[in-house]
C-alpha cells in the first residue's frame, strides 16, 4: 500500500504540467475574447480605410506617380525619346489609355525602368476598372495597404497566439506615416509591403499549421508576385528563407526548399533576360538620381550611409521622429533589445531577420556603389512591417498592463504626427501649375520646355501634358540655348510660353531663348515657371506704333 501511495504521488506532475500548458493560450481565445477582438478588429480595418484614404487626391500627381501611369499604358517610357530642339506639332499622347497597346505589352515596354513589370500589370487592371483619375490610381495603393493590415494582423496572432499583440502591430502598421503615405501614391511601395506579408502569412502556416499543398503554393506564389514587384525585395525573401532553414526539419523545410526553388526557375525564366537587359538602366539610374556627391572612395560616404542607416527604424514609424536624435536613439536601443531577445524568443525570430535583410541589403548597395537609397524612404518601407512586429510583441510577456505600455506609446506619437503624412513638401504641384498654364494659352502658341536637364524637361512635359484638358499646343525642349534655327521659328510664332525649372528669372535677358522679355505668369515650388516670351525688336515695333 505505501508503495502504491508513491506511485500515485509520483503520477500526479503529469496531468498538472499538461493543464498549465494549455490553459495560457486560451485565456486569449476564449469565447468573449474572440468576440471582443472581432469587434476590435473591424474598428481597426475601419481606421486603415480612413488614415489611407482621407485626402488622397488633395495633392496633386507628381513626375514618378505620371511615369508609373505612363508605363501602365504599354507604351514604355516614350517622354524619354521626344527630340530636342525642333518643334513638334503632334503632341503624342503619353499617359490616356486611348489607343494604348494591350496589357500583355507591359511585359516587353519596360526598356527605361527599373523595376519589375507585375505592379504596372496590376494598374493597368485597375486603370481599366476604375479610370485614371487621381484617387482612382491611387487608390490601388491604399487598398492593398489596408490588406497588409489584416495579414500583418494574422501573422502575428498565428505566432504570439495573441489577437492583443496582433492588435498592436496592425495599429502601429496604421499609424506609421511612411505606410500612409505610399498607401497614397501611384508607386508599388505599398503592393510589394502586402505581396510580403502574404508570403510571411503563408510560410508560418506551413511552420505552424502544416505543409499542405494549398499553403506551399500560397508561399511560392507570393514570393514570386513579391520579387516581380520590386528588386529591393530580395532582402526580404532571403530572410524568409533563413527562417525556415532555421526553425523547419525534415520534410517540411525540403517542401519549402522545393517551393522556393519553383518560384526562383519561373522568375528566371519569365524575366531574367529583361531583368539583364536593365543593366544600363541601372547605372544610369544610380549616376543621375541616385548617386551620393560625396561619392563612394571618401570617408564623409560611410559616415552619411550609417547616419541614414541609423535613422531608419525612427523614420519608418513617422519621417518627423526620424529628424529627433533620441528618438533615433530610442528607437535603435529598442531593436538590439530585440536582437538579443530573438536568441530566446523565437516569435521575433522572423521580424529581426526580415528587419535587417531588407535594410542590409539597401545599405550595401549604398556602401559598395556610392548611393543614397537610405535617404529615401521608399526602399526600406518593407523593413516597416517587421518594426511594428517587433514594437508589438517585444515586451507582451510582461504584465497585462505593461506589455501595451511600448506599442501603445508609439501609436500615440506617431498619430499626433500623422496629419500630412501624404505629402512631401518637396513634390511640385503640377496639377495647378497645368491649369494656369491652359489658362494663359492663346491660338497658335508654342510651349518651350527648357532646362539644363533634359531628362527633366522631358519630365516636366510629360506632367504638363498629363493634366491637360485643352488640345496640346505645338511644343519644343530645349536644353541650354536653343539654336539660332529654332530661335527663327519660335519668333514667327504668334504666341511663345516657356517653361523652365527656374521658378523665378532675375536677368531674362539670359534665358535659352537668347536676347528676349520675360514676363512670368505662374510658377511652382519644385516644378518651375512659365512665362510668355516677347523680343526687343517687336516690342519696339509695338511701341513706335
Known sequence: MPRAKHQHRRSEPAPTITKVAQAEPATDD???????????LALILLSAVVTRFYGIAEYSLWLDEIWTIETATARGSPHLLLPEGVIITEPPVLTSLDGAPPWWRIWTSMREMTHPPLYLIVLRWWMEAFGTGPMAVRSLSAVSSVIAVLLLY???RLQLSSRGAAAWAAVLLIVAGPQVQFAQEVRPYAFMVMLALAAADALVRVERLGATPLRLAAFAAALLALMLTHYFALGTAAAMGAYFVLRTRGTKRRRLLVAVACAAMIFAIAWGPFMWGHRSTFSDVNTRFLHDPAGRAGGGHVLRT???????????????????????????????LAVYASRKRQDLLMWCLWLGGTVG????????RGTRHLHFMRYT?????ALYAIAAALAWHAGAYARHVLPATIALVCAAMLPGAGMAMWKANWRDLAREFEQSLRPGDVLVVAGSDPTYSRGAYLCISHFATKP??????????????LVAQLRAAPGVVLFTQEQAIPNPQFVTLGECDATIITGRAGAGGVMRITWAEEKAGKGSQ
Open 472 to 485: 496640346r499646343p505645338p511644343f519644343a525642349l530645349v536644353t541650354g540655348r536653343a539654336d539660332d534655327a
Open 154 to 156: 494574422d501573422v502575428v
Open 306 to 336: 550609417l547616419g541614414w542607416l541609423i535613422a531608419v527604424p525612427a523614420r519608418l514609424f513617422s519621417d518627423y521622429v526620424g529628424e529627433i536624435i533620441p528618438a533615433i536613439g530610442v528607437t535603435t536601443v529598442v531593436i538590439a
Open 30 to 40: 476564449d469565447a468573449p475574447a474572440a468576440r471582443s477582438h472581432g469587434i476590435l
Open 361 to 368: 541589403l539597401v545599405a550595401l548597395l549604398d556602401l559598395t
Open 381 to 385: 518601407l518593407l523593413a516597416g512591417p
